[in-house]
């Protein structure tokens, strides 16, 4: 596992591997499946994590993410 966010209040990476995000535009938390979530607007909020020191991705690995839009499409 390179990072884990969990979104409780702070965008601090709970993996131990120092990945923290850091915020650009307004900070936003929302009710999660599970406690908090990261709330993203999908203009002017994002997260940032430096990925210099990610490895790069193979297809042997993979990438997960659990994201809720509040727009459904039609």
């Given at each position: 596992m390179i990072g884990y966010?969990?979104?409780?209040g702070n965008v601090l990476?709970?993996?131990?591997?120092?990945k923290d995000g850091t915020w650009?535009?307004?900070q936003s938390y929302s009710a999660g499946k599970?406690?908090?979530?990261?709330?993203?607007?999908?203009?002017?909020n994002?997260?940032?994590i430096d990925g210099t020191s990610f490895p790069k991705i193979d297809a042997?690995?993979?990438i997960f993410a659990w994201i809720k839009t509040s727009?459904?499409?039609t």
């Open positions: 966010w969990e979104g409780e990476d709970s993996s131990g591997n120092g650009t535009g307004a599970f406690g908090q979530a990261i709330g993203l607007n999908g203009n002017s994002f997260v940032s042997s690995e993979s727009v459904s499409s």
